[in-house]
């Protein structure tokens, strides 16, 4: 009997295997080499300064067709966005969120200072030259990969900046030494300025003023919302000259996120209005400055007409 069963078994499996056979069917080979990444990342590099930081780096897209980069998620800060930096007609360096990086068939695109680059906003911790972050980065098409970027300059802690990739240098003894400093520490400035304006104009203060006055509806998050937009004012590093509208700012900031929390309709909503006009004011001072060329002194307020087109 057992003999019968095995040669009945075997020419199951006879049969099974010759099927097989005529589908093509293979036994599964777990030997190849990976296949490369069609979107190659290079030369990475970011900045980090309290609240928010940059990452910098090439894309070089490998397949026959053309890719995007659309989207980037870190632990390291609050969220990542792709931005742009354009030099408008008056030479003002102005600051805009784009929706993708392109990636031509075949070709590379730098994201690099004064361009195309990697928003960090809210960065979580205090980062250092040296440190490194990682970074998730998705594709229209392509696989999304994660990488790790290091740190190549830092202000958490009073770190000069230095180029990516050059190792600290001691300018002690340069007679340039202070001058490029000064330089270097206006650049930050105006970044940070100039980063602030953009994150303080879509903070979304209009729509709350507007919900405040006209629904009279407080939601469990605008008290939040407010803490964090007045966190944003109080580290940036303000020219002597907007600092006035500044504090003046993150005061009323203040009694509303105070108001938002003890549900109190009616004393928010003055201050909702309040903050919103004086948001408006210091973003329009904001661009005067920048115009200038960062000079110190204070734009003037403009007028009410103005105003009025932007609310």
Known sequence: MMTKISLALMAVLLMFNAIAAQCGVAPAQNNAAPASPQIVVSEASARASIPNGSVYLTLTNNSNDADALVGVKTDAAESAELHETEIDANDVMRM????????????????????????????????????????????RNAASQTVEVEITESLARGDAPQEAGQPAHDHADEPMATDHMDSLAAQEQRYQVVTTLYLLDTAGLHDLDERLNQEGVINASDAG?????NRLLKVTAWPEALQPQAEELQAVLQQFAQALSDDDVEAAKPLATQAHELQHDLSHDVEHWL?????????D?????????HK
Not at 101 to 111: D, F, H, Q, R, T
Not at 291 to 299: L, P, Q, R, Y
Not at 301 to 309: I, L, N, T
Request: charged share 25%; aromatic share 2%.
């Open 291 to 299: 115009e200038s060329g960062g000079a110190e002194h204070g734009g």
């Open 96 to 139: 805009k969120p784009v929706e993708a990086v392109e990636l031509p068939a075949g070709g590379s695109v730098a994201m690099e200072p004064g361009g195309k680059h990697i928003m960090l906003v809210g960065v979580k911790e205090d980062l250092n030259a040296g440190d490194k972050i990682s970074l998730t980065l998705s594709f």
């Open 225 to 229: 919302l407010v803490n964090r937009v």
């Open 301 to 309: 307020h403009v007028d009410e007409s103005e105003q009025q087109e």
